[in-house]
């Protein structure tokens, strides 16, 4: 499976959003109907960003600290990487564990 097939097969359009309650807690005080426009725009920003920075190749092993509750991570799900693992060392609210 090619590149673009494996985006629609796969993409961050399919994977289901957290509970809005969740992403309030790592987007902020947003208002309801912008909520999941925000959350997708940060995590697709620093996905481009790390893209940028060649950060996310099929040799790449990539250890997130601190990862909240998927905002990155489903944007990686396309993303050829060798591995990819996120955490949240203390969590800020039990909600998130």
Known sequence: M???????????????????????????????????????FVGNGL?????????????????YIDCGCGRVARHLLTRPLASYTGFRPAPRDDRLV
């Open 47 to 63: 996905t481009e960003f790390l893209d940028r920075q060649q950060m996310l190749d099929a040799d790449i092993r990539l250890l």
């Open 2 to 40: 090619d590149e673009p097939e494996r985006r629609a097969v796969i993409g961050e359009d399919t994977v289901p959003f957290p509970p809005d309650e969740y992403m309030l807690l790592v987007c902020g005080p947003t208002p309801l109907p912008e909520l999941r426009e925000i959350f997708q």
